[in-house]
């Protein structure tokens, strides 16, 4: 059985839907993410299932009881903040310990718990120190051991990771994906940061205003995406689009001709689409030819970020290992049609 | 059961044994010249009258009419309550007692009346008189070679005494209060009350004597007078009135000051300070040849709450204060001079006092300024001060008075 | 270039010394000494003064009664405050705007203007004459500046930090006690000072609802007179009723100065 799972779950403010009847289950153990731009409504949605806001309509259930009217405490469930939410009168070992100090545990008790997930974040030297004298990565660490100490079913992560910077960022992912591994707890997390997503992931949800637009593992999402939406989300550089007309013979991309993929679906000549290639699959040698201009050349060291104009003027990004490309310089690129995804003008996928 | 209702009403009215606590608010119980003449009220009472008690409540004397107002219009008020004679007492007649008939043989010994009373009867017990006269210090007229002994009788004295001063020019010749408040009232008085006839006393009081008249305005002008051949001092002052004036008088800064006759007795302050050999005192003169007179009102009187629940042994309390058996003791502490004129003054020692209280007995008129109405005296205060900048002449300041309403 | 500072800033140091000097200096005069010679130095020292204000002038009762009230009124007005402001900046229910523009609102009125009703109202509930009515008329007076000002600054706290407490388990008056009220210290500290000095300094409320015994300014102002005031008895008293004041700020200097500080700088 799911540990939690949604059922038309919609939530308005002041008359307004954030959140349009959300369906989703998820499993034991399972490492969620909810991901997409901000203002898709993935931090409300969390908000909801820890019980910090009211489900309007739809139900809540965690381990097999409904919980839509449940407090927050009780619901089994620990949050780390986006912004810790750290009590700053408080030492690391006070922050950590409130809640079992809320309810009254005993104090051998308390102090097992605390040493515990002291020990496992690696906090032991920090216990008497408040969070004013913490580093971010510091106090993230005290966030999540105030999580642990609660010893709950499941985790919630509301964007831990944006408040620290990029290197940390890294560092930190890595340590999350341990402590899954160590703990083997349900996790929600949130992030805006598909590589976030990508890495952490068991199964990502992607939102879109308010709405589920897919749900799959990383590299479902990746190879699969259901609409342009998750396509372009999904992947960094994003994927590039390119206006295709349906032709009898195949596709015409401005004034390249290509062949069309297999698909089971029978598209109509004259029809109007979208061709989305990724970046790293434009570094082939053969396969169908787009003579591009490049604009700008980014070097990463092992890849470079080649941005380049076609002669129709739309714009698009490849990833070269190699490349002798120059700014101005003429340059073909190439891709095989088989990696290429089809959409309609719409954003729907056509398979 | 009529019978019964009666009968148990006498009874309860014979019957002293309901301990009655009488609450009186006053704004002086706790000043130390008056505390033992307050004392002296309640021991007597409360020997008269046994279990009841008085409970003296003082309030700081800014305040008082806020909180008395505050508490009578919220039916918490005292039972009895004290009041400045004049203005300040009739605005506050319509919470008092009306207590014609209710005085016994008291009525006919108490002088100041008029300022407690309306139309409609005497509202409150006076138990003091206040009146202005002017006090001179006589060691400052030796110096300016005057004869300390010849106080001056007319206005024309009085400029040849302030024409020595400024020749001199060491000290002032009359003491200025605060120039930024206080006003003119005291001078406004004095002035009136050798200038004016009883009819035009009367008039004024009824206000029915124009501040356009040529009897106001004639005391206006010699106040502007006065400023312009130099009588005054200079400059700003930076305190209140009585601390600034008559401390500077103390001092013997000044050579004549417009003082106050009772409650605060300037003769006794002065004579202590100066000594009473130095301490002079004449009747202000005004201008024109009218013999001077002393401007007289009752100063302060006891009010009873008409709301209070025990307001026939209020009337009682407010007898006591006002025998004169207890206001001896005022008197001989603090100078007052009482409204009971069965009061015995023989024991004054103070030359000046003797001379006051000579006059009081012949030559009181009444006290002009304290018929004006709180609005009026607010006015008075800010004309006089533009009167004396020369911002306005005195017939503009004349007419905007007559703007303000009694 | 520091001079441009230094000089504004000693006049200004002797402005607030001055004052103090000139109290002092006139409450060991006596009445005579001092009108005679306002502004020079004492010349034979006397605490005749100091013993009268304390016993003849009841200033050593009054003291008392001033203690507690002021005591009284500021602890509940912290504590009151922080609970309302707490409940305005956090928590979300119905006409939580109006509510809090009703308080702005009641800002705006002066003392002066609801004197009656609340007399009446002090004397309906049997008030009158009681330190607790006092305590209870400061607070209801004084609180509204409190709130807007617990709101103004719990606003500016992460609300996550509520959120955070209440996954922690904590129930709302936990949250408040454990976390809104050390959060709140240097806001409470700021109207703690101010409460402080407006109780111990206010007449006219005291004036009306502690009519037998009085408070220790009241005392004060019923020492100057209607005509005359005896200046070095009414200085003995203030000085008499300042200790109190200063001895609390020579005590919590630091905590003052930091309150302040940090109220500035977060401000």
């Known amino acids: 059985m799911s540990q939690i799972v949604l059922n038309n779950l919609s939530k308005r403010f002041a008359g307004v839907e954030v959140l349009h009847e959300v369906s989703l289950s998820i499993e034991k153990g399972e490492f969620t993410v909810f991901v997409g731009p901000s203002g898709c409504g993935k931090s409300t949605l969390l908000r909801c299932i820890a019980g910090l806001e009211e489900i309007t309509s739809g139900t809540l259930d965690i381990g097999g009881t409904r919980m839509n009217d449940v407090d927050p405490a009780a619901r089994g469930l620990a949050m780390v903040f986006q912004s810790y939410a750290l009590y700053p009168h408080m030492t690391v070992a006070q922050n950590m310990s409130f809640g079992l100090r809320m309810a009254h545990r005993p104090k051998a008790e308390i102090d097992a718990k605390v040493a515990k997930a002291a020990r496992i974040l690696q906090l032991q030297p920090l216990l008497d120190r408040k969070p004013a004298a913490l580093s971010g990565g510091q106090r993230q660490r005290v966030a999540i051991g105030r999580a642990i100490v609660r010893d709950p079913d499941v985790f919630l992560f509301d964007e831990p990771l944006s408040n620290l910077d990029a290197e940390l960022r890294v560092q930190t992912r890595v340590e999350i994906a341990k402590l899954h591994q160590t703990l083997g707890n349900t996790i929600i997390y949130v992030t805006h940061d598909q590589t976030e997503a990508m890495t952490l992931a068991d199964k990502i949800v992607v939102l879109r205003a308010g709405r589920i637009e897919q749900v799959g593992t990383p590299m479902h999402l990746y190879d699969d995406p259901d609409n342009a939406f998750v396509a372009g989300f999904i992947g960094s550089p994003r994927m590039n689009f390119l206006a295709a007309n349906v032709t009898a013979t195949g596709l015409q991309l401005g004034q390249v001709t290509a062949p069309l993929p297999a698909l089971a679906t029978t598209l109509a000549v004259g029809q109007q689409m979208q061709l989305g290639i990724r970046p790293e699959h434009l570094d082939q040698t053969d396969g169908v030819r787009l003579p591009v201009t490049v604009e700008v050349v980014e070097h990463l060291g092992a890849t470079a970020f080649v941005h380049c104009r076609l002669d129709s003027g739309e714009t698009l990004v490849a990833e070269q290992r190699e490349t002798a490309a120059r700014p101005g310089a003429r340059l073909d690129l190439h891709f095989d049609i088989a990696r290429a995804r089809l959409f309609g003008t719409d954003g729907a996928r056509v398979r | ?406 | 270039m520091h001079w441009v500072v230094a000089v504004p800033m000693a006049l200004l140091a002797l402005s607030c010394v001055y004052p103090v000097f000139f109290t002092v200096n006139n409450a060991l005069k006596d009445n005579k000494g001092y009108i005679l010679n306002r502004f020079g130095i004492v010349q034979d020292p006397s605490v005749q003064n100091f013993v009268d204000a304390w016993g003849r002038a009841h200033l050593g009762e009054y003291l008392f009664n001033s203690v507690t009230v002021t005591l009284g009124a500021v602890v509940l007005l912290l504590l009151t405050s922080s609970l309302a402001g707490f409940a305005l900046a956090m928590l979300r229910f119905p006409f939580r705007r109006v509510l809090f523009i009703v308080i702005l609102a009641s800002l705006m009125i002066p003392v002066q203007v609801v004197l009656v009703p609340f007399y009446r109202t002090m004397m309906g509930l049997g008030l009158i004459n009681t330190r607790f009515g006092l305590i209870l008329a400061y607070t209801a007076f004084f609180l509204p500046f409190c709130v807007y000002l617990m709101t103004a600054f719990y606003s500016r706290l992460p609300r996550e930090m509520v959120e955070a407490a209440r996954m922690d388990g904590a129930t709302l008056l936990q949250i408040w006690w454990n976390i809104m009220l050390p959060m709140g210290r240097p806001a409470l500290l700021t109207l703690g000072i101010l409460n402080t000095l407006y109780c111990w300094n206010d007449v006219l409320i005291s004036l009306l609802v502690l009519q037998k015994e009085r408070t220790v300014m009241v005392g004060i102002a019923a020492l100057r007179g209607e005509y005359t005031t005896n200046v070095p008895l009414l200085c003995a008293g203030i000085a008499l009723a300042a200790a109190p004041i200063i001895l609390l700020y020579i005590f919590f200097q630091r905590q003052i100065v930091d309150g302040i500080a940090v109220g500035a700088v977060k401000g």
């Open chain 2, 1 to 406: 059961m009529k019978t019964l209702v009666l009968s148990l009403a006498l009874v309860t009215t014979a019957l002293p044994a309901f301990a009655t606590e009488l609450t009186v608010w006053d704004w002086k119980s706790g000043d130390p010249a008056a505390a033992a003449y307050f004392a002296k009220a309640k021991e007597v009472f409360e020997a008269a009258h046994p279990g009841d008690t008085i409970s003296y409540v003082m309030q700081p004397n800014d305040q008082y009419y806020t909180l008395l107002g505050t508490a009578l219009a919220s039916d918490g008020g005292p039972d009895l309550f004290l009041l400045n004679g004049g203005a300040q007492a009739r605005a506050r007649f319509e919470n008092a007692l009306p207590l014609d008939g209710k005085l016994g043989d008291l009525a006919a010994n108490l002088a100041g009346t008029a300022d407690f009373s309306e139309a409609t009867g005497l509202y409150a017990v006076p138990l003091t008189i206040q009146g202005f006269v002017v006090y001179y210090n006589k060691a400052l007229y030796a110096d300016a070679g005057l004869d300390p002994a010849a106080a001056p009788k007319t206005w024309d004295d009085l400029a040849k005494v302030c024409a020595a001063f400024i020749a001199k020019g060491t000290a002032p010749c009359i003491a200025l209060g605060n120039k930024e408040g206080f006003g003119m009232e005291f001078w406004f008085s004095a002035i009136a009350a050798s200038l004016w006839t009883a009819q035009e006393q009367a008039d004024f009081a009824a206000g029915n004597l124009a501040w356009t008249s040529p009897q106001v305005v004639a005391v206006l002008q010699g106040w502007v007078d006065a400023n312009a051949a130099g009588w005054f001092p200079k400059g700003a002052n930076s305190t209140a009135k009585f601390m600034d004036e008559y401390e500077g008088f103390m001092r013997g800064e000044t050579g004549n000051t417009i003082g106050l006759i009772s409650d605060v007795a300037h003769w006794k302050q002065f004579d202590e300070m100066l000594g009473a050999e130095n301490v002079g005192v004449f009747m202000m003169p005004a201008p024109g040849g009218a013999a001077a007179k002393l401007p007289a009102a009752g100063g302060i009187g006891y009010a009873v709450n008409k709301k209070s629940p025990n307001a026939d042994l209020a009337v009682e309390f407010a007898k006591t204060l006002a025998s004169a058996e207890v206001l001896q003791v005022f008197f001989a502490d603090a100078g007052a001079v009482t409204a009971n004129t069965q009061m015995d003054t023989s024991s004054v020692t103070s030359e000046a006092a003797k001379t006051i209280f000579g006059w009081l007995a012949t030559e009181t008129v009444p006290m002009a300024h304290a018929n004006a109405s709180a609005a009026q005296l607010e006015e008075l205060h800010r004309q006089s001060q533009t009167l004396l900048n020369g911002e306005v002449s005195v017939a503009d300041a004349a007419a905007a008075m007559d703007k303000v309403g009694k």
